[in-house]
């Protein structure tokens, strides 16, 4: 059977069609690329595209195949990269003029593994530039759209992943999230984005934004497909001093878990009075916890630190950690940088040292705080943002600053944390649902996602009339 060129699967439909013969690689490949070539003179998702490499790479894991030896449920899987992980002898940007030239001698850790795994990479995508940039027309490359509507934002900075995905020109990618990054563009595309616990993916060979809130993780139409990149790319990596020994669990056989008998806990004051979320966004997450009580689980509230000074923590240690990477680059040539990188970054030169020390004193204290709030519950669940995403032109330099925003909590704590799609505003655009967990419990925040996912609707809903496809249908609700 050749796949139709307006389809693609998710990652687990295409490991049974492949291993059933359904389809072929390179069959599975070309159906993402018409995609590529219908959308992304909209979707600006790539930078670099790698396309005769990955067909040359398609043929060599088909004959994998056909010799019965696939690599991993990844085998033949078609991903992109946000482009700022090194990949030997492809050009890695971080959607800089800075680094318009730069081509790594060596894959980062991720890359590796994720090779290793079969998987056939497409090219590099698009980000905010340095992970921090926000949508900028100044640079190089044109900045991602949001794939339900171009005049809207994607969300950063792992825009292109969120685009690249909800569109079908890759099954899966890469994202790191350092104050959200991986959550915020999954939630404005209307996709699934796992922020894994801090050292439970290495970030060896990924450009640093914050080197002790970075994170890497996978960005995928579903939690199920999440937990299939996870288990390929998590694991200790002795070159990243930041990486945890921690073993690593078999996450596709916990989804099955599911979510019955487990405590939710609900920290209201973050999205009803810290920084309020608009009315659509609230119904939908009210709709959500509806359907977990349902799934069997048990919803409980509970109060933090006001959201603010979990945001305050995050703003002082990202900006004063980016800064001391990017500081000699600000003096010599400024001019290299677009404006939003430039003035977000520089921001960090205002802080002392005596604020960065007490930010990150007083992350432990938030992060106790946490923990102690948890331990009598299982997953912390909220809006993944306040509302759906704002047009792309227009947007203040510190609009994260502005309106807090209940992603960067998790980077200050380091939990795992994944956004799903749990609805649209009036206008069609997506709303996210977070669900966060213990530290290194992603099975657990993953299969209360797969749970929600199957239990509703949100899954059969895309971002493009060449959609719905056959194998993308899920269960109403």
Known sequence: MTLPDTAVPTIAQARRMLSGREISVPELV???????????????????????????????????????????????????LKDIYDTQGVLTTAHSKVLEDN?????ATTVTRLRQAGTVSLGKLST?????GGPSFDLPWPPATNPWNSDHDPGGSSSGTGAAVATGMVIAGMGTDTGGSIRIPA????????????????????????????????MCWTAEDCALMLQEIAGHD????????????????????GIRGKRIVVPRHFFETDSPADADCLAAFEEALGVLRGLGATVTGIRLSPLQDYVACQTVISR??????????????????????????????????????????????????????????DLCVLPTLPGAAPPMRGQSTHAMLERPLYVQPFNVTGSPALSVCNGFSPAGLPFGLQIV????DEAGVLAAGHAYEQATAWRARHAN????????????V
């Open 187 to 218: 939630a404005r595309c209307g996709i699934a984005g796992l922020k894994p616990t801090y050292g439970r993916v290495s970030r060896r060979g990924v450009i640093p934004l914050a080197w002790s809130l970075d994170h890497a993780g996978p």
């Open 238 to 257: 002795p070159l990243d001093p930041a990486s945890a020994r921690a073993a690593v669990p078999d996450y596709t056989t916990a989804l099955a878990q």
């Open 128 to 132: 905010w530039e340095f992970a921090i």
């Open 465 to 476: 009339p060449l959609h719905p496809s056959p194998w993308a249908a899920a269960p109403a």
């Open 320 to 377: 004063s950690e980016s800064y001391t990477g990017h500081e000699i680059n600000l003096k010599t040539r400024p001019g290299d940088y677009g404006r939003f990188a430039r003035e977000r970054i520089t921001l960090g030169a205002f802080y002392t040292a005596a604020d960065y020390l007490q930010a990150q004193r007083r992350r432990r204290e938030l992060s106790a705080e946490f923990a102690q709030a948890m331990s009598g519950a």
């Open 437 to 440: 967990g213990h530290p290194f």
């Open 30 to 80: 070309e159906a993402c690329l018409s995609r590529v070539a219908a959308y992304e003179d909209t979707a600006h998702a790539f930078v670099t595209r790698t396309i005769e490499t990955a067909r040359a790479e398609a043929r060599t894991l088909q004959a994998e195949l056909d010799a019965g030896r696939p690599r991993s449920p990844l085998h033949g899987i078609p991903i992109g």
């Open 103 to 107: 081509i790594p001698a060596e894959d």
